[in-house]
């Protein structure tokens, strides 16, 4: 980024701040993630206990990581789930519960957080990548449709930034192929469509709650489902081989560890803490509240951004709750006229002093996408059908050359903030937008 106007002119209010102008936003936004006096009391709770994990001995008898996966469960409309140490963590678990490995192909949207693709080669199987529909970014029938075969054991369904994906219809189709469903709700946790909880529609729902997400703990993830027979493998696939205690009929009382050896899979340690626990049992009370007070924010930047042409903000299945992780804006091609996405990116995040952000790059060219590094695939496993560039996504390239992104605290303060981003966008597109233009030949630093 340049520190002054590559033409010296100088310095002023007017002057874009990513020139050495003044931005248009110098107060904080709205901390995230954040904590109230439920979060220090039950982090506290743990600190002082003798139980930091669930795999640790101690007398009390139901851990953290239980009471939220129960609850969150429930809050879902689900009846079992089990919490992971992270969302990867969650993807592979619910593979693997699946069955899925060497040789199965698994459908992932091509635009989406590469987890969602490098948790399938974490277990041996065949990422295949279907296109999004351009005007919500997540999968459709449709896109899924194309790429089905005869070897497709399963299809990851993605709610993305500020859409959900049209899971009822999905489900039409994934039931009628007899495929099942891993619905990932990282981006979505408590959305309400068609009358069920985002993560309820599918075979199993995974979710993340690393730090940026509408949940978080940190670092943290779920599984949720109603099968019993998933329940319990995901179980001890996350806990290397151990179901909860009083499954398997031993006693509670006394010191005695919550989960005990089943040993039916082999799993791995992918278990949630007792401290992301009673960090997330606390936060799961607020959900509802803050999800209320982003959708009203949206709907009112919505009204807004009607005063300035070529600007829409992106959004999916109708939903009667919607969630808004991420605040998507699809710019038309007569107002970029050129400018490269990412520099409008980069001149927005010094007006707003908010990370604002292009989408993420297509899978199929991702430099962090890389399966042929997997360590689940040998130099003798990998062949041409792990490469990613084999797949054509239009639609997903052309939402990674016309969207920006604005983190979802933007929308948890109160009116003012959604004028500055209003006014940040008039700033960089509109009465500013040749001085950018003119900055780009003398700043590849833009280009980043």
């Known amino acids: 980024m340049t520190t002054g106007h590559p033409h010296g002119s100088a310095k002023g209010k007017e002057e874009l701040a990513i020139f050495g102008g003044t931005p248009i936003r110098v107060r904080q936004w709205p901390k995230w993630p954040r904590a109230d006096s439920g979060t220090q009391r039950n982090l506290l709770d743990v600190l002082h206990s003798s139980k930091w994990t669930l795999s640790g001995q101690a007398d009390r008898t139901l851990s953290y990581e239980r009471r939220f996966s129960e609850a969150f469960a429930l809050y879902c409309g689900k009846k079992f789930g089990i919490g992971c140490g992270n969302g990867t963590a969650a993807l592979m678990t619910a593979l693997q519960a699946l069955e899925i490995g060497p040789g199965d192909e698994v459908v992932v949207p091509g635009l989406t957080w590469i987890a969602c693709a490098s948790a399938v080669a974490n277990v041996g199987a065949i990422p295949i990548l279907a296109d999004i529909d351009p005007q919500t970014l997540c999968v459709t029938p449709e896109t899924l449709a194309a790429t089905l075969g005869p070897n497709t054991r399963a299809i990851v369904a993605v709610h993305l930034y500020s859409s959900l994906a049209p899971m009822p219809d999905i489900m039409v189709l994934a039931n009628s192929r007899g495929i099942p469903v891993i619905e990932d709700a990282s981006q979505a946790h408590g959305g309400l469509l068609g009358g069920r909880r985002t993560g309820a529609f599918g075979t199993i729902g995974v979710f993340s709650m690393q730090q940026s997400k509408l949940l978080s703990s940190g670092e943290g993830?779920?599984?949720?489902?109603?099968?019993?027979?998933?329940?319990?493998?995901?179980?001890?696939?996350?806990?290397?081989?151990?179901?909860?205690?009083?499954?398997?009929?031993?006693?509670?009382?006394?010191?005695?560890?919550?989960?005990?050896?089943?040993?039916?899979?082999?799993?791995?340690?992918?278990?949630?803490?007792?401290?992301?626990?009673?960090?997330?049992?606390?936060?799961?009370l607020l959900l509802d509240v803050e999800n209320a007070h982003r959708r009203r924010n949206f709907a009112r930047l919505g009204q807004l951004l009607s005063r300035l042409p070529g600007i829409r903000l992106v959004t999916g299945a109708p939903a009667e709750e919607n969630t808004h992780y991420r605040v998507c804006l699809m710019l038309e091609d007569t107002l970029l006229q050129g400018l490269p996405i990412s520099a409008v990116a980069r001149a927005m995040t010094a007006e707003l002093r908010l990370p604002v952000d292009t989408v993420d790059k297509p899978l199929n060219a991702n430099p962090l996408y890389r399966p042929h590094l997997s360590p689940m695939l040998s130099r003798l496993a990998w062949s041409a059908s792990y490469d990613a560039r084999r797949f054509i996504l239009q639609n997903a390239h052309e939402a990674e050359r016309r969207c920006l992104t604005i983190p979802h605290w933007g929308l948890l303060g109160d009116e003012s903030d959604l004028e500055d981003i209003v006014c940040a966008l008039q700033k960089v597109l509109h009465l500013r937008r040749s001085e950018l233009a003119e900055a780009l030949?003398?700043?590849?630093?833009?280009l980043d």
Do not use: K, W
């Open 441 to 446: 030949p003398h700043s590849t630093q833009l």
């Open 221 to 284: 993830g779920a599984c949720i489902t109603d099968d019993p027979a998933l329940y319990r493998r995901m179980q001890q696939l996350r806990a290397d081989g151990r179901v909860y205690a009083d499954q398997a009929g031993c006693e509670s009382a006394g010191f005695q560890r919550e989960i005990s050896a089943c040993g039916e899979v082999l799993g791995r340690n992918f278990c949630l803490s007792e401290f992301h626990a009673a960090i997330l049992l606390d936060r799961l």
